[in-house]
């Protein structure tokens, strides 16, 4: 089994930081990319921020210049830096994870519980 532990989120007021963490556990072959996916009740969900094994990263417009995500590819794990937070960044955030298991050789995609953040005066 594969799980994708999240933490990090919480209440902050605008222009506040969060960084957000996602580890994948499990019987793990390697994990081809790693990033985070935003929803609010009732809308879609929206890509924030995904890097891949090689270190190329996409970004959604709106949180170029705020957001940035990293990863340890020792440890199995993605973060998020948020800064400058905004009443619009508030939602549930996902992790979300493209690896093999052991024993496979396609990639396949996993999901996070989602860590909501909320931001607030």
């Known amino acids: 089994q594969v799980h994708l532990a999240e933490s990090g989120g919480g209440l902050v007021e605008p222009g506040e930081s969060l960084r957000l963490s996602c580890v994948a556990s499990?019987?793990?072959?390697?994990?081809?990319?790693m990033g985070w996916y935003r929803q609010v009740e009732g809308n879609q969900r929206e890509l924030v921020a995904t890097?891949?094994?090689?270190?190329?990263?996409k970004l959604a417009d709106s949180v170029k210049g705020r957001f940035a995500i990293s990863r340890d590819n020792i440890n199995k794990a993605a973060y998020l830096q948020m800064n400058n937070l905004n009443a619009d960044d508030t939602a549930v955030y996902y992790c979300?994870?493209?690896?093999?298991?052991?024993?496979?050789?396609?990639?396949?995609?996993?999901w996070g519980q989602g860590t909501l953040v909320t931001v607030s005066s």
């Open positions: 979300n994870a493209r690896l093999v298991i052991e024993g496979d050789i396609r990639a396949r995609e996993f």
């Open positions: 499990g019987n793990i072959r390697g994990v081809v990319d």
């Open positions: 890097m891949n094994l090689s270190g190329s990263k």
